[in-house]
């Protein structure tokens, strides 16, 4: 599959349980980033990884924990949520987080529903 | 940091009718203006963008303007068609966008 993929696209999850989001961006970017999508704070950006690295941390709670083994993965490994962490996942990429002009390419999205 | 502001948060026009759509910032360092379209259970996608050193740019019924003093930029949609019904979103910055809080449009047939 071509652009960014995003599994499950899908999840439901108890506030005990333990899950992971999975990105995939298969175009040759550096840059990738998770967004928080919700009805109150549309494109909410949480995380940005450039070269593998941790660019950006926009205050998101540590129930929250991005990993980014190389530029074409991105995880996002989530424990101890709260109801109100239901929303849009959305995983995006571009070229590099340092150039000017830096169009974001997105995944479809994880619809994460915490019971 | 940079602070995007984006009105009406919802518009309807009637088909063939023009849409207009309004973004200010607050960073007068933002050099790039992309606006994106999220149709319903849909990845947004990029529809125009739009650079500091320009004033205008247009494609097809799409086109935005940019005036940097007043920092505010707008996306003008003309002819609409159902199709164009969605959730559009202005962004605006360097590394990384902020994005506004989106319009949901919606063109009545």
Redesign the interface.
């Known amino acids: 599959e071509t652009g960014?993929t995003q599994t499950p696209r899908h999840l439901v999850m108890g506030m005990t349980n333990k899950k992971s989001l999975k990105c995939e961006q298969h175009l040759g970017h550096n840059?990738m980033?998770w967004y928080k999508q919700s009805a109150k704070?549309?494109?909410e950006?949480m995380f940005?990884y450039n070269f593998k690295e941790q660019t950006?941390n926009n205050s998101v709670p540590s129930r929250f924990s991005p990993e980014c083994p190389n530029s074409s993965h991105l995880f996002l490994h989530l424990h101890t949520l709260q109801p109100e962490d239901s929303a849009l996942y959305?995983c995006a990429s571009s070229q590099d987080?340092?150039?000017?002009?830096?169009?974001?390419?997105?995944?479809?999205?994880t619809r994460l529903t915490v019971l | 940091g940079e602070n995007v502001e984006q009105h009406p948060s919802t518009l309807s026009v009637q088909e063939g009718d023009s849409a207009v759509i309004k973004c200010t910032y607050s960073d007068s360092a933002s050099?790039?203006f992309?606006w994106?379209k999220q149709e319903l259970g849909?990845?947004?996608?990029?529809i125009i963008?739009i650079?500091s050193n320009v004033g205008e740019k247009k494609d097809q019924r799409i086109a935005v303007t940019l005036n940097k003093t007043a920092k505010h930029f707008s996306l003008h949609i003309t002819e609409t068609q159902p199709e164009d019904s969605a959730?559009y979103?202005c962004a605006a910055g360097?590394?990384?966008?902020?994005?506004g809080?989106?319009t949901r449009l919606s063109v009545i047939a």
């Open positions: 960014v840059a980033y704070k549309p494109l950006l940005v950006e959305l987080r340092s150039l000017a002009y830096n169009e974001q390419f997105f995944g479809p999205g | 050099n790039y992309p994106y849909k990845r947004p996608q990029l963008d650079r959730v979103f360097n590394t990384p966008l902020v994005f809080k989106g």
